[in-house]
C-alpha cells in the first residue's frame, strides 16, 4: 500500500514539475548545411525553461542580425543572440534571434564546436525570456552559474571556463 501511495505522489509530482516548450523555427532552411534537427534544439532550449514556453527562434544573416540590433539596441553591429521576452506569467512568450555569421566567428575564436555555441545561445537567449539578466555583477554570476549547470546536465563544457569572448556584450 505505501509503495503505491509513493508511486503515485512521484507520478503527481512528475507531472506538476513537467513544463511545455512550443518552438517555431523560423529561416533554418537557409542554414540547413550548418544548424542541427529541430528535435536538438528543442532539447537544448527545453532544458533551460523554467515555466510553459513559447518562443519563435529566427536565424539571420549578418545585415539582417546588424539591422535588428541597431533598431532595438541602438548599437550598429550583428550580435550573436536578441532575445525579446514579451511575457513570463502565465507562459513565457518571446522570440529569439541567432546571428549564424557571428556564431560561426565566435565558435572558432573560442574554440567551440559550432553546436556547442549554438547551444549555449539558445540556453541563454531561454534564460532572458525566463527574467534572467547580466546587466548588474550580481545578475551576471546568476545566470552564468544557470547557464553552467544546464550547459553541463546537457553533456556541454562549462561555456565560462575561459572567460574569452563572452556571449554577451
Not at 534537427?37 to 527562434?57: G, I, L, Q
Not at 533598431?71 to 536578441?82: C, M
Request: hydrophobic letters at 40%.
Amino acid at each position: 500500500m505505501r509503495a503505491a501511495i509513493r508511486r503515485k505522489k512521484t507520478a503527481l509530482a512528475a507531472a506538476v514539475t513537467e513544463r511545455t516548450l512550443e518552438v517555431d523555427f523560423q529561416n533554418e532552411g537557409a542554414f540547413a548545411d550548418r544548424l542541427p534537427d529541430n528535435a536538438c534544439m528543442h532539447k537544448w532550449m527545453a532544458a533551460a525553461c523554467e515555466r510553459n514556453t513559447e518562443v519563435v527562434v529566427r536565424f539571420v544573416d549578418a545585415k539582417e542580425g546588424r539591422e535588428l540590433n541597431n533598431t532595438y539596441r541602438h548599437k550598429d553591429y550583428a550580435t550573436n543572440v536578441l532575445t525579446f521576452d514579451y511575457s513570463r506569467t502565465p507562459i513565457v512568450t518571446a522570440d529569439l534571434v541567432i546571428c549564424v555569421p557571428v556564431l560561426e566567428r565566435e565558435a572558432a575564436e573560442q574554440n567551440k564546436t559550432f553546436e556547442e555555441h549554438l547551444a549555449h545561445l539558445l540556453v541563454h537567449g531561454i534564460l532572458h525570456a525566463h527574467g534572467y539578466d547580466h546587466l548588474a555583477e550580481d545578475e551576471a554570476e546568476i545566470m552564468e552559474a544557470r547557464e553552467t549547470e544546464i550547459m553541463l546536465k546537457l553533456g556541454f563544457a562549462n561555456p565560462y571556463s575561459d572567460r574569452i569572448g563572452m556571449v554577451h556584450d
